[in-house]
């Protein structure tokens, strides 16, 4: 039964057959899955396999590609710091480190507005991530804009 070079367990519930394991008997440096190294395919950084999540762990072992690790699957949020929860659906995924450096979450992308904390509606988060999310933090919704200039409302 292989041992473990790092960590001393011997792992038989990781291996999926005995054969498996007799080949390994013999040979000097065999780690145990928690204990490889894997590399991230965004940031290219290697580090044990606990910095990965689970599904992450399951592709590196089925030898799959875009293996990220938590860091990158669930980065910091630019402007406040704060991390999701759980990592970014497959649509929000980071595609480079540029993009990892500026993500902003969903409070701090899309913020409610400054004055009675309405949510953008999905057309106004449009509007706002192409004309107004560079130029500043803060957003107004029409009807605290039509109340301080006394229009009345649309």
């Given at each position: 039964m292989p041992v473990c070079s790092?960590?001393?367990?011997?792992?038989?519930?990781?291996?999926?057959?005995?054969?498996?394991l007799t080949s390994l008997e013999g040979k000097k440096g065999y780690k145990c899955f928690q204990c490889k190294v894997l590399k991230c395919?965004?940031?290219?950084?290697?580090?044990?396999?606990?910095?990965?999540?689970?599904?992450?762990?399951?592709?590196?072992?089925?030898?799959?590609?875009?293996?990220?690790?938590?860091?990158?699957?669930?980065?910091?949020?630019?402007?406040?710091g704060t991390r999701p929860e759980a990592p970014l659906p497959p649509r929000s995924a980071l595609t480079s480190l540029e993009g990892k450096k500026g993500y902003k979450c969903f409070q701090c992308a899309f913020p409610p507005c400054k004055v009675c904390g309405t949510?953008?509606?999905?057309?106004?988060?449009?509007?706002?991530?192409?004309?107004?999310?560079?130029s500043q933090n803060e957003w107004t919704c029409s009807d605290c804009i039509d109340?301080?200039?006394?229009?009345?409302?649309?």
């Open positions: 790092s960590c001393g367990t011997r792992p038989e519930a990781t291996l999926p057959t005995t054969s498996a395919t965004l940031c290219g950084e290697e580090q044990e396999s606990t910095a990965f999540t689970v599904t992450m762990q399951k592709r590196a072992a089925a030898s799959k590609k875009g293996v990220r690790c938590k860091d990158c699957q669930m980065p910091a949020c630019s402007a406040c949510e953008m509606t999905r057309q106004q988060r449009r509007t706002f991530q192409k004309r107004d999310a560079a109340k301080a200039h006394n229009r009345p409302h649309r």
